[in-house]
């Protein structure tokens, strides 16, 4: 076994062992491999133990890396959008978890539409208020899932945070729980369907993936704990 190979196995025991305590199946939790400045060779470790997902925070990297791996793998965009590299992701991305304005719908909207493909997103939701970082806050996103419902080639999947950064996994856990509580209310305010499928929690990395999943994760996203601190 190589350290990767060797922490990988940790993480997905540790997921398991969060997902026991929580009462939960472990199936519904989806541990996608952050492999951002990851060389092709190292995830490729990470393919050949069994994972099929990996997330990547700059578009032109997801792009350029997509065809060193097996056609098999699911990619998954965590990062920034920035609406002049859209274009690097549709088709390509599994699905993009940072959509944060009507902007960005529009260019994936177009895009899908041309390439005959349906784009799967989460909306990211800003929870802690941090000027720095992406995501709305969560009074604002019902109205984003609702301009969504205009684009017949997008599925708003559910939601994603990506809290600050802080010493002890706990003081996430109230994060967490606001995030899996919106998408409650949200469930409850507006039609489920096909377009406005709203399922999936992305939330957890490697310092707090076993909070998140205790307050009901379904997608974790692990980079470090994997591939070690690079
Ligand atoms: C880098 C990154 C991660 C993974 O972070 P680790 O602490 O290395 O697990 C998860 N989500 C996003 C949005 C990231 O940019």
Known sequence: MTDITHRLAEVQARIEAAARRAGREVGEIELVAVSKLVPAEQMRMVYDAGLRHFGENRAQELRDKHPLLPQDCRWHFIGGLQVNKIKYLVGRAALIHSVDSPAQLKEIERLAARREVKADILVQVNLAGERQKGGLPPGAVADLIRSARDCPHIRVCGLMTLPPRVPCPEQSRPLFSA????????????????????????????????????????????????????
Request: proline fraction near 2%; glycine fraction near 12%.
């Open 179 to 230: 995030l899996r509580e919106l998408m409650d209310e949200l469930r409850h305010s507006m039609p489920i369907d096909e377009r406005t499928d709203l399922r999936l929690l992305s939330m957890g990395m490697s310092g707090d993936f076993e909070v998140a999943i205790e307050e009901g994760a379904h997608i974790v996203r692990v980079g470090s704990a994997i591939f070690g601190q690079g």
